[in-house]
């Protein structure tokens, strides 16, 4: 499991929801299943794609949760990958039978941490495309 955190500092009129609402939408347009827990001090937002069937024993899952929240004139983004599970039992299962599984597991690995870079890039492209932010702060 891997753990990304990074600040950025928004602007006084920051609208945290719409930040939420174009992140869902971006993942939904690209087939994921996004789904979104308000609460009054954070949002929790996963996002995951192929997370049942064949491919959970193949290790084709992706998923990230992220834990937005803003404190005073910085927004902060906690990111947790969580679909590694499925390519550990890939890898093994893969070891055990045929080397062919190893193949779509190599693909499920490189997606999952593709997926952690592009949210982070996504965040982002959505903060400066309306003018949100006024420093970026990146810790990881």
Same mark, same amino acid.
């Given at each position: 499991?891997?753990?990304?955190?990074?600040?950025?500092?928004? =602007?006084? /009129?920051? &609208?945290?929801?719409? %930040?939420v609402?174009?992140? #869902?939408r971006?993942?939904? *347009?690209?087939?994921?299943?996004?789904?979104?827990?308000?609460?009054?001090?954070?949002?929790?937002?996963r996002?995951?794609k192929?997370?049942?069937?064949?491919?959970?024993?193949?290790g084709?899952?992706?998923?990230?949760t992220? =834990?937005? /929240?803003? &404190?005073?004139?910085? %927004?902060?983004?906690?990111? #947790?990958?969580?679909?590694? *599970?499925?390519?550990?039992?890939?890898?093994f299962?893969?070891w055990?039978?045929?080397?062919?599984?190893?193949?779509?597991?190599g693909?499920g690995?490189?997606r999952?941490?593709?997926?952690a870079s592009?949210?982070?890039?996504?965040?982002?492209?959505?903060?400066?495309?309306?003018?949100?932010t006024?420093?970026?702060?990146?810790?990881?």
């Amino acid at each position: 499991m891997l753990n990304s955190f990074f600040q950025l500092q928004v =602007n006084e /009129n920051f &609208n945290m929801q719409a %930040l939420v609402d174009s992140l #869902v939408r971006l993942y939904q *347009t690209r087939g994921y299943f996004v789904n979104m827990l308000p609460s009054p001090s954070n949002v929790i937002v996963r996002i995951e794609k192929n997370n049942s069937g064949i491919s959970t024993i193949v290790g084709l899952c992706e998923g990230i949760t992220l =834990n937005i /929240n803003q &404190n005073g004139p910085m %927004l902060n983004v906690a990111m #947790v990958d969580g679909a590694w *599970t499925d390519k550990i039992i890939g890898f093994f299962l893969g070891w055990a039978t045929c080397g062919i599984i190893w193949i779509f597991t190599g693909i499920g690995f490189y997606r999952q941490l593709q997926l952690a870079s592009n949210v982070k890039t996504d965040v982002f492209m959505i903060l400066s495309g309306n003018g949100a932010t006024t420093g970026p702060f990146p810790f990881g």
